[in-house]
């Protein structure tokens, strides 16, 4: 039995398929998901999204947003971003990470929430450097 | 004779002018028109999903989170999306009417928060209390400038003052038609969420909301800390979703506006050459007159 699966952003759908398992970061740790998971809504985290589907394997990089498994082996992503892994741009990943760590340095600038935002900004491009190279050492 | 030839070419001159402007605005309108209708699009399919999820979650009658709860107050906060530029043809005076047959029918008080300078204009007017207004939205809108008027909106609905909040926005049906609508936004309840998934772009196809759901769901890390994230983000998509609607209708409706202003432009141009004409050979005729009668006098 497969599940479907769906990862959804607010400007595209990024990937939909039938996969096998997928292996979702979420605030309480990686899980693995299989057909006829029970229903469950969980935080997601940032970082690498792995799907399975017929012996490949396929990775992506989300951001924060949250999983909803439902009852019928449906699996749906709602993320701030998504990208998959042959999408990313490491370089410029590495640049935009760079650039968030520089100004992180100054952090007594400013208040909590730019400091909450540029922090997550940052998880973010790590996970998309770190799914990036991951993809370019699996080809 | 020759003076009123002259004013003629003049109009002519002016209304040609006149209809370059409103010409390129069409165009112009045209573009950002498809770029928002894009982008409402792109947008629905997590806006209806976000929705299934919160009217899933919103079946769950043992949650508890403040803003699944009506407030405890009795007035009302409307959100009112309209635009910051005119020459849009009906599309404000459409809002404005929704929402002054809303006000009479509903006794309650009523306090604004506005989207674009219009909607700012008419809650001044009608001497609505404004919590917070908002113009000049960038025209590339991303889900990082509504964060502002989401946090307005819950932040004083939390406080409890109010009973309920409700949008009122343009639904883009089609270029040619839109349609104003009020629904509901806090508390989220299911009656709310279920018609909200079905008019979701305008196409009112019910079949598409999921199945009901037997089974509860089960919270990873607990319960209040999925429905404290789940919550507000999904009223924030909510509020982005109108705003792209009512975006995407305001420039069809400029669109279709200039079109028109166009058109009527071509057609005044056409009446004004023919009366050009006229004059033009009355007075040549006048002329003729002239000199054949001096011609006779001598």
Redesign the interface.
């Known amino acids: 039995m497969k599940i479907k699966f ?1 990862i ?6 990024v990937y939909q398929d039938e996969v096998d398992a997928v292996t979702i970061p ?3 740790g990686e899980i693995t998901v299989l057909a006829r998971h ?6 997601l985290k940032s970082g690498r999204i792995m799907v399975k589907k017929d012996g490949a394997q396929l990775l992506l990089s989300v951001s924060s947003g ?1 999983v ?1 498994i ?2 019928d082996s449906e699996v ?1 992503i ?1 993320a ?1 971003t998504a990208e998959r892994a042959e999408e990313i741009d490491i370089e410029r990943a590495d640049e935009a990470r760079r650039r968030v760590e520089e100004m992180l340095k100054e952090k007594d600038k400013f208040d909590d929430l730019t400091f909450a935002r540029m922090q997550a900004q940052l998880e973010k491009e790590l996970a998309r450097i770190h799914v990036g190279k991951k993809y370019r050492k699996l080809r | 004779m020759a003076i009123s030839t002259k004013a003629i070419k003049n109009r002519i001159k002016s209304v040609n002018n006149t209809k370059k402007i409103t010409k390129a605005m069409e165009m112009v309108a045209a573009s950002k028109m498809r770029r928002a209708v894009e982008k409402s699009i792109a947008s629905r399919e997590y806006a209806k999903r976000a929705l299934e999820l919160l009217s899933h979650i919103s079946k769950d009658n043992l949650l508890q989170h403040p803003l699944l709860k009506p407030g405890k107050g009795d007035k009302t906060m409307l959100v009112i999306v309209a635009s910051d530029k005119g020459l849009c043809g009906g599309f404000n005076v459409n809002v404005f009417k929704e929402l002054r047959h809303y006000i009479n029918s509903h006794d309650e008080e009523i306090h604004a928060v506005c989207v674009g300078k219009y909607a700012e204009r008419f809650a001044k007017k009608s001497n609505l209390n404004v919590l917070g207004s908002f113009i000049d939205m960038p025209d590339d809108l991303s889900p990082e400038d509504i964060r502002g008027i989401a946090r307005l909106v819950i932040d004083e609905y939390l406080k409890g003052e109010y009973r309920r909040v409700r949008v009122v926005y343009t639904n883009f049906v089609s270029a040619m038609s839109n349609e104003v609508d009020i629904r509901g936004l806090l508390p989220v309840t299911e009656a709310h969420i279920t018609r909200s998934i079905a008019d979701t772009g305008g196409t009112k196809d019910k079949e598409d909301v999921s199945p009901e759901v037997t089974r509860l769901y089960q919270f990873e890390p607990s319960d209040e800390a999925v429905l404290d994230l789940v919550v507000p983000i999904l009223t924030e998509v909510q509020i982005y979703q109108s705003l792209l609607e009512s975006r995407a209708s305001e420039y069809s409706s400029r669109m279709v506006a200039m079109k028109s202003a166009s058109e009527n432009a071509d057609e005044m141009v056409e009446d004004l050459t023919l009366s050009f004409n006229k004059a033009r050979q009355a007075s040549i005729t006048q002329e003729i007159l002239e000199i054949s009668s001096g011609a006779q006098g001598l």
């Open positions: 769906k959804i952003t607010l400007e595209r759908v979420t605030t309480d029970t229903p469950l809504v969980a935080i949250f909803e439902r009852q749906v709602l701030d």
